[in-house]
């Protein structure tokens, strides 16, 4: 009888640490999109939304839209050292992808008409007012932003 209550114990151990590896495992989640435009034609200096809220551990693809007629940046420190970037993808505005970039992502500039995609995961948590445009005078016009990562 105790043989069989320590090997049922065991059996059952072994399948939740199973469980726990597979749920965490992030090549097998869908990532949740999130499009940012970057500026409109009634209102270039401003981010749309300038408020965004992100989860620790999730896979996000972010779109990152320039329907202005001026170029952008997408530029936040604090972010940037709170996530995992996975890579950044550009595009023309067919569609059509010219660049692939892995690694440390410091800031991402989309030109007018342009789209850029930021596949990343969060890591830490915490509330980022330094969301912004880095273009000379676009701060200062609005585009500016507040990042929060739960």
């Not at 992808?97 to 596949?119: L, Q, S, Y």
Request: proline residues 5%.
């Amino acid at each position: 009888m105790r043989k069989s209550y320590l090997i049922i114990t065991f059996s059952c151990l072994v399948t939740i640490d199973f469980q726990v590896h597979a749920a965490g495992d992030l090549s097998r989640q869908e990532p949740i999109e999130v499009v940012v435009e970057l500026g409109s034609e009634a209102n270039p200096m401003r981010f749309y939304p300038q408020d965004l809220v992100f989860e620790t551990g999730k896979l996000y693809r972010m779109i990152l839209r320039n329907p202005s007629n001026v170029k952008h940046y997408f530029s936040s420190d604090s972010f940037v050292q709170s996530i995992y970037t996975r890579k950044v993808m550009a595009y023309m505005p067919d569609g059509e992808m010219v660049a692939e970039i892995k690694g440390h992502v410091r800031e991402v500039e989309v030109f007018p008409g342009h789209t850029a995609d930021w596949w990343f995961v969060p890591i830490q948590t915490g509330t980022f007012k330094d969301l912004k445009c880095t273009v000379e005078g676009h701060s200062e016009a609005g585009m500016v932003g507040t990042i929060t990562i739960k």
